[in-house]
């Protein structure tokens, strides 16, 4: 089966959209723990990836700007999981 | 098996490897900074106010949110389709699809506004507790951005109106898309960490 460019930019739009309403679904969850953390990292993650790859064509560009478009994309999702994990050491190691 | 073709070449390919110009970049990985200071400053007052920080996001509209969200995303897909129109040499296109991506950007500033009023409402403002200084410092500097660069869509489109831009030669056209997925980006790094994480 050949996907179009056309039809692949709708497909990940849609999956776009998927992961946005599981996000504000798990927003609505009463006590949310590590877990809906991790997910709500890969979420950000994914999307950011998309986007850089695939809306704004870095996927086959210039290697320099395409590495630090998607740096930022591991390295957001992983600050969220860390704050979430070791609270209270960053904040000792931050105290002016 | 798939197999993905693409219909067009790149603008990768078609401009040595870098989409848009050096000037767009610089504009971009500044934005991108900025936007990476604010998110810094959100982690260390998140570590220092876990409570706080806790609380912060369950009184904030989630429906207003994702709909912002959506809004976006769907925008940045319209600009998608805008610049793929252009290079099928399909002008009339590309402006119709750019103005869906104002339209967008329209819409996400009323519900933005309505979303600001509602907060009032209920008794959140800037000096709340520094979750919200920092929710109002980040979401406005964002606001501001999807301000500006609805506009420069706006004045891409009267470009195209006038014949400036051919298939071959659209390099302001692939600009401004490559901003307002900057634009798109720190809005979906946003959305989890002020409305769902706690």
Same mark, same amino acid.
């Given at each position: 089966?050949?996907?179009?460019?056309?039809? +692949?930019?709708?497909?990940?739009?849609?999956?776009?959209?998927?992961?946005?309403?599981?996000?504000?679904?798990?927003?609505?969850?009463?006590?949310?723990?590590?877990?809906?953390?991790?997910?709500?990292?890969?979420?950000?993650?994914?999307?950011?990836?998309?986007?850089?790859?695939?809306?704004?064509?870095?996927?086959?560009?210039?290697?320099?700007?395409?590495?630090?478009?998607?740096?930022?994309?591991?390295?957001?999702?992983?600050?969220?999981?860390?704050?979430? +994990?070791?609270?209270?050491?960053?904040?000792?190691?931050?105290?002016? | 098996?798939?197999?993905?073709?693409?219909?067009?070449?790149?603008?990768?390919?078609?401009?040595?490897?870098?989409?848009?110009?050096?000037?767009?970049?610089?504009? =971009?990985?500044?934005?991108?900074?900025?936007?990476?200071?604010?998110?810094?400053?959100?982690?260390?007052?998140?570590?220092?106010?876990?409570?706080?920080?806790?609380?912060?996001?369950?009184?904030?509209?989630?429906?207003?949110?994702?709909?912002?969200? =959506?809004?976006?995303?769907?925008?940045?897909?319209?600009?998608?389709?805008?610049? =793929?129109?252009?290079?099928?040499?399909?002008?009339?296109?590309?402006?119709?699809?750019?103005?869906?991506?104002?339209?967008?950007?329209?819409?996400?500033?009323?519900?933005? *506004?309505?979303? *600001?009023?509602?907060?009032?409402?209920?008794?959140?403002?800037?000096?709340?507790?520094?979750?919200?200084?920092?929710? *109002?410092?980040?979401?406005?500097?964002?606001?501001?951005?999807?301000?500006?660069?609805?506009?420069?869509?706006?004045?891409?489109?009267?470009?195209?109106?006038?014949?400036?831009?051919?298939?071959?030669?659209?390099?302001?056209? =692939?600009?401004?898309?490559?901003?307002?997925?900057?634009?798109?980006?720190?809005?979906?790094?946003?959305?989890?960490?002020?409305?769902?994480?706690?």
């Amino acid at each position: 089966m050949k996907i179009t460019h056309i039809k +692949l930019i709708e497909i990940l739009w849609l999956l776009l959209i998927a992961l946005t309403l599981f996000s504000a679904y798990v927003a609505e969850i009463p006590n949310p723990g590590l877990d809906s953390v991790v997910i709500m990292a890969l979420v950000l993650a994914i999307k950011g990836r998309i986007i850089v790859d695939y809306f704004m064509e870095l996927k086959d560009s210039h290697i320099v700007l395409r590495t630090l478009m998607q740096v930022y994309f591991y390295v957001i999702p992983a600050l969220i999981i860390l704050v979430y +994990l070791f609270p209270e050491e960053i904040a000792a190691w931050t105290v002016l | 098996m798939t197999t993905i073709v693409l219909a067009s070449p790149t603008l990768a390919t078609r401009s040595a490897k870098i989409p848009g110009n050096m000037a767009i970049w610089a504009a =971009i990985l500044s934005e991108m900074s900025e936007f990476a200071i604010m998110f810094i400053v959100y982690f260390l007052a998140k570590v220092h106010n876990p409570e706080i920080f806790k609380e912060g996001p369950t009184k904030l509209s989630t429906l207003a949110g994702t709909s912002n969200t =959506i809004i976006m995303l769907t925008s940045s897909f319209f600009v998608v389709r805008a610049v =793929i129109a252009m290079r099928e040499n399909s002008p009339e296109k590309s402006v119709r699809w750019l103005w869906g991506a104002v339209l967008c950007g329209v819409l996400y500033l009323i519900i933005k *506004y309505f979303e *600001y009023e509602w907060n009032t409402s209920q008794g959140i403002s800037t000096e709340t507790n520094i979750f919200y200084a920092v929710y *109002y410092y980040v979401t406005f500097n964002h606001f501001l951005h999807v301000g500006w660069g609805s506009a420069a869509i706006i004045w891409v489109i009267y470009r195209l109106n006038t014949g400036i831009y051919t298939q071959e030669e659209h390099e302001g056209l =692939i600009n401004i898309a490559l901003y307002w997925h900057m634009i798109d980006l720190a809005w979906i790094t946003i959305f989890p960490l002020l409305y769902v994480i706690r």
